[in-house]
């Protein structure tokens, strides 16, 4: 299929087999590494781009030469690209204030709280790539990018559906056929495993940020703010597991405000004080 699509379009086109199956994110990492061009848009999944989508981004890099990077919100579509009557903003509870939040320039603010950047819509100017490279095989290749990038400049995300995302049960990430209970679960936190193994990835952002210094001019904001993150997942993954020794420790992250910076707000306070 991908020979054929090569053969009859107007626009020079490149097929590249891997030897080996590289897995996703070092798939990622190769690809975007032979890009040629400008910009680089990724096309990862079986979704539907509206005929303006191309041209809409390029235009938010026109704009201005400080943006590096811009993504849009989609129509979310089923497996027979039935229209859903659904963005796919809301299902990552990327909402108006976190929209303000992007647009005033503190995409930061934003993204590490959680993400809300996906890969099929994002494209970035390429010669912000080189200091991402290597991508860790543990990390969403779509999740380090978009992090990396709003340490690199301004990070625009345009409100106008720009594709069609396609949900259904066998994708690998996204929204997926995602039940209320386990949405819930995902904001509130899923526990100490999964909090220890974010704190490995903000680390590995950490590293790279303080290695790569030179190339992302706003890596200090970028520390400070995964520093505290950081702190803020040890508390919620070192917490005693008997609940009245939990209070006092839960509250002193409530009334700083880290629940909400940083995790669901009162869900993941709820969570950690209860459920432990």
Known sequence: MVKEFAARVAFPTRVVLNEENLGSTKNFERAISLCQGDIVALADQDDVWYDHKLERLETAFLESKATVAAFSDADLIDEDSRPL???LWPTFSFDAPKQRTFAN???????????????????FRRECFAPMAPIPPNQIHDRWISFLLAACGRFQAIPSPLMQYRRHQGQQMGTGAITLREKISHIGGRGASHHFEEITRFQQLYAR???????????EPALKEIKTKIHHLEHRAQLPRRKFARAPKVFREVCNGNYWRYSGGWRSAARDLVLG
């Open 85 to 87: 009557n659904l963005h």
């Open 105 to 123: 320039g503190q995409a930061l603010r934003v993204l590490i709280n959680g993400p809300v950047v996906t890969g099929a819509a994002l494209a």
């Open 209 to 219: 940020i303080k290695e790569q210094r030179a190339s992302f001019p706003y890596a």
